[in-house]
C-alpha cells in the first residue's frame, strides 16, 4: 500500500509486517485479515504516510525454521539459536532488496511486526538482518533467548496474552528478560486473561503507530 498522494520522487518509511500460519497460502487476500484494516485507515495513512507491505509466506511453510516437540496442550517449540534460513524468509530479504532498488525508502525508518509465526519471524528477520530496522513490534510470537545480542540496534513492543493456548505467553516473557539484560529499549505488554488473539489487544493500543512510526536509526 502506497500512501497516499504518493510522490515517487520522495522518501519514505517502510513498514513490514508478517502474518501468521492462519493466513498462509498464495491467494495475496488472507494475509491482510489481521492488521492491514488498522494501516489502511485515512487517518492513520494521512498521519503516517509511509509504504506498507503484507507479504504472503506459502502454505506447510514458515517465516523462521522452528522445531516442534510433543503435541496438543503438550507442544513445545524448538527456537534455535542460529539455523538455515526457510526459503520463506530468503524470498522475504529478497522482497526487501527489491523494495530498497525500486523505491525511495527512508533507510533509517524501515520497520517490521508480525502476528504469532510472523511474531517469530519478527525475530528471525532482525536477527538477521541486526542494523535494518529502526522498530520491531512481535505479537504472541517467540524466538531463542541467545540471540539477544543481535537485536540490541531496534526498539521493541512485545505483545501477549496470558492465557495463550497456542504459543503460550513465557516465549514472549523469556525473550524480554534476555533483551532486557542486553539494556535493548523494549516496551511489554501482557494482556491478563486474553488468549492467542493478542493482536486485537496490540492493534487497539492508542499509541501503537505513534511509538512506530517515531523510531528512527
Same mark, same amino acid.
Given at each position: 500500500? *502506497?500512501? /497516499?498522494?504518493?510522490? @515517487?520522487? /520522495? /522518501?519514505?518509511? %517502510? %513498514?513490514l509486517f508478517l502474518h501468521g500460519s492462519g493466513e498462509r497460502g498464495n491467494d495475496n487476500t488472507s494475509q491482510l485479515m489481521h492488521g492491514a484494516s488498522l494501516f489502511a485507515q485515512d487517518e492513520n $495513512?494521512? +498521519?503516517?504516510? +509511509? &509504504?506498507v507491505v503484507f507479504p504472503q509466506c506459502r502454505a506447510n511453510s514458515s517465516w523462521a525454521r522452528i522445531g516442534v516437540e510433543g503435541g496438543g496442550a503438550d507442544r513445545e517449540f524448538v527456537f534455535y539459536e542460529k539455523s538455515k534460513p526457510t526459503q520463506d524468509m530468503l524470498l522475504l530479504e529478497g522482497l526487501l532488496?527489491? *523494495?530498497k532498488k525500486n523505491y525511495k525508502l527512508k533507510r533509517d525508518q524501515l520497520y517490521v511486526g508480525g502476528l504469532s509465526m510472523g511474531g517469530m519471524g519478527t525475530f528471525e528477520l532482525v536477527r538477521r538482518n541486526p542494523r535494518m530496522f529502526a522498530a520491531a513490534f512481535p505479537i504472541c510470537g517467540g524466538a531463542n533467548? #541467545? &540471540?539477544? #545480542? $543481535?537485536l540490541r540496534k531496534s526498539s521493541w513492543w512485545v505483545f501477549h496474552g496470558t492465557d495463550d493456548k497456542s504459543v503460550p505467553e513465557r516465549y514472549s516473557a523469556q525473550m524480554v528478560e534476555a533483551m532486557e539484560k542486553e539494556g535493548i529499549? &523494549?516496551?511489554?505488554?501482557?494482556? @491478563?486473561g486474553v488468549g492467542h488473539n493478542s493482536w486485537d489487544n496490540a492493534f487497539a493500543e492508542p499509541e501503537l503507530l505513534t511509538w512506530i512510526f517515531s523510531k528512527s536509526r
Open positions: 500500500m *502506497l500512501p /497516499k498522494n504518493f510522490d @515517487p520522487t /520522495k /522518501k519514505y518509511p %517502510l %513498514l $495513512r494521512n +498521519a503516517h504516510p +509511509a &509504504i532488496k527489491y *523494495l533467548p #541467545k &540471540i539477544g #545480542k $543481535r529499549n &523494549i516496551k511489554y505488554s501482557v494482556y @491478563p
